[in-house]
Nanobody, 121 residues
Framework: QVQVVESGGGLVQAGGSLRLSCAAS????????MDWYRQAPGKQRELVAA???????NYADSVKGRFAISRDNHKNTMYLQMNSLKPEDTAVYSC???????????????WGQGTQVTVSS
């Protein structure tokens, strides 16, 4: 079984910064990918940033130049550094993980519970 836990959300003024963390634990052999998604009230969930095991990254246009995704493969942890935050960044941020469970390549895919980010104007 794999557990995914996000942390680091909170209330911040526009222009401020937050750093989110996503930690995967349990019966993990390796992690294929870890992504950050967000969902604002009344809106569809959207991909914010993604990072592969090799370190390749991808960002939504709306956060390019302001957000930075990184991961620590030894700790199975991913981070999202969010700078120059805007009120429109307000959302629940969730971690999406695909883990490999054994040497046969059995995979597990799941989500964390999410962490609220609120940016005041």
């Amino acid at each position: 079984q794999v557990q995914v836990v996000e942390s680091g959300g909170g209330l911040v003024q526009a222009g401020g910064s937050l750093r989110l963390s996503c930690a995967a634990s349990g019966n993990i052999f390796s992690i294929n990918f870890m992504d950050w998604y967000r969902q604002a009230p009344g809106k569809q969930r959207e991909l914010v940033a993604a990072i592969t095991s090799g370190g390749s990254t991808n960002y939504a246009d709306s956060v390019k130049g302001r957000f930075a995704i990184s991961r620590d493969n030894h700790k199975n942890t991913m981070y999202l550094q969010m700078n120059s935050l805007k009120p429109e960044d307000t959302a629940v941020y969730s971690c999406n993980v695909e883990a490999v469970l054994d040497h046969l390549g059995t995979t597990w895919h799941g989500w964390g519970q999410g962490t609220q980010v609120t940016v005041s104007s």
